[in-house]
């Protein structure tokens, strides 16, 4: 059993945390996408794919932005190579949510669809998915615990019209356990060779259900 393309798989190296700077760029991120926004206003969310990074005025400088938050996240995760590029690549189906005020970057979040074949259970047989999978998620040090991931996370599920049972994570690290057990209540998994995590309530109904909001309310 496997999967398309699993990314390296753990053990992730325990190196001693180190503390950095919020990054910062050149390039006005917000302004990129049209928001008007100083640094220390509030973090906003913005989804970069393709287009975006075609764009003749932006795109240079949100490739440039993807390249280094994507190799701070690959020296968190203690990564051999990063998940996360914009040059020279197209993220193609995937996209990226980057978490920034004006010229700084506080996180990046990667998801896209990934055909995965998971055992359903312990005694069950495989069964072939098709799930959106976060891919890469990172806030910078110094930054991190203070809810910045659930922003990022919730924005991304807002756009996405996701929750998060319903998606696969590949190779998760311990903190993005701890997250999820935290913020969405999910924990129980059959561990899988391909290293993707896919929770059971993945494949409980009630999990497909989006909530109802009652109009007027
Ligand atoms: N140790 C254990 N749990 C942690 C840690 C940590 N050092 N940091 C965050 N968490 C979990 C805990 O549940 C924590 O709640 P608590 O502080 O009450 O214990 C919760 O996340 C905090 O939630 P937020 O503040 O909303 O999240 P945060 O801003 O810390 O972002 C993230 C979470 C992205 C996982 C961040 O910790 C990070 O960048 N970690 C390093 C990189 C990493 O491990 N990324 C995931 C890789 S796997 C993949 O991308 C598929």
């Not at 760029?25 to 794919?49: C, H, K, M, N, Y």
């Not at 990934?114 to 999978?133: E, S």
């Not at 659930?150 to 924005?155: D, G, I, K, N, T």
Request: with cysteine; net charge positive.
């Amino acid at each position: 059993p496997g999967c398309a393309e699993p990314r390296a798989p753990p053990p992730r190296r325990l190196g001693r945390p180190r503390r950095r700077a919020a990054m910062q760029f050149e390039l006005d991120i917000s302004r990129a996408f049209g928001v008007a926004q100083v640094e220390d206003s509030p973090p906003r969310v913005f989804r970069i794919d393709d287009t975006i990074l075609q764009h003749p005025r932006w795109g240079q400088g949100l490739r440039h932005v993807l390249d280094k938050v994507g190799e701070r996240s690959r020296r968190a995760q203690g990564l051999g190579k990063a998940v996360t590029h914009g040059s020279g690549v197209v993220l193609g189906s995937n996209r990226v949510y980057i978490l920034a005020a004006g010229r700084t970057a506080l996180g990046l979040l990667k998801v896209g669809p990934k055909r995965l074949f998971v055992a359903k259970g312990t005694d069950g047989g495989l069964v072939d998915i098709t799930p959106q999978c976060v891919l890469d998620f990172y806030v910078v040090e110094g930054h991190q615990r203070g809810g910045l991931g659930s922003q990022l996370f919730r924005a991304m599920l807002a756009q996405e019209g996701a929750t998060a049972a319903k998606l696969a994570y590949d190779a998760p690290s311990s903190k993005l356990l701890g997250f999820l057990r935290k913020h969405f209540g999910l924990a129980k998994f059959t561990p899988q060779s391909n290293h993707f995590v896919v929770f059971d309530a993945y494949f409980a109904p009630a999990a497909a259900a989006p909530r109802r909001r009652t109009p007027g309310r």
